[in-house]
């Protein structure tokens, strides 16, 4: 009886062992599933954002290449300040130059001594103004630039050759633009002030400013100063209209500029 019970009780051990071991298999398997689980699903996941960004870059490559190509720019048109264009008139610089010749210049026995030599320094000018930009004025206060014409050079650079053609012969004087070519006598130093196209009344007009200083260069003594303002209408309310008018503001201008000049210069 001792031997038959314990053999049962044995058996029942044995039983719950086998039954233990099988729960611990099973839950080994589906612990091991819902691992694999997350990792298939991670992949699918790659995978599909691989695909999106190969098919978003095609996309974008065919649109690009569909776009079309940009225009090519046209050039900007350049314009010159040269008082050789303008026409002979009241405002030109042919005739300021003539009303600014003495009477007697050419009567016998007037003096055939040269003039005194002008130094003619650079021309300064404001930010604004130191470019090759063609301005234009719409409303007070404000000032744009044309988008497709401009000025040859800076305007501030090209009055340096119209200042002399201006100054020598009827004016008197010799000019230079380097104080190594010949002592100078007198300094003329001049800024720009302002050259804009106003389209606030109709025509349109340009107002062109300089600034001048006139200077004896032995006792360094200032002689004078003055300020030449013009306007003129343009002959048409557009970028061309206003270089024709710059040019005989321009002119209008050095002519009471070479009147100013003698008269501080004697």
Known sequence: MEKTGAVAWAGGVMEKGLETAACHRSECRDARAESAAPRRTRGLRVTGRRVLAVATGLTLCLTG????????AEPASRYVLDLAFEPEGPGSATAASATSQPADATAPGASTQPGPVLLIAP??????????RMLYVTRAYEVQAFA??????APA?????????????????????SSTASLPALRLDTELLVLQQ?????????RFALRAQLTDVGSRRLLATGEFE???DAPSDDPYGGVVAA???VARALGDLVQWARTAGR
């Open 247 to 249: 040019n005989h503001a």
């Open 123 to 132: 021309t300064m000018a404001g930010p604004a103004f130191d470019g090759p």
């Open 148 to 153: 497709r014409s401009e000025w040859a050079d």
């Open 230 to 232: 013009a306007l003129e």
């Open 157 to 177: 650079k090209m009055l340096a050759p119209l200042l002399a053609r201006a100054l020598e012969g009827p004016a008197g004087f010799r000019t230079v633009q």
């Open 65 to 72: 290449c569909a776009l079309p190509l940009p225009e090519k």
């Open 198 to 206: 106003e389209f606030t009344q109709q025509p349109s007009r340009v």
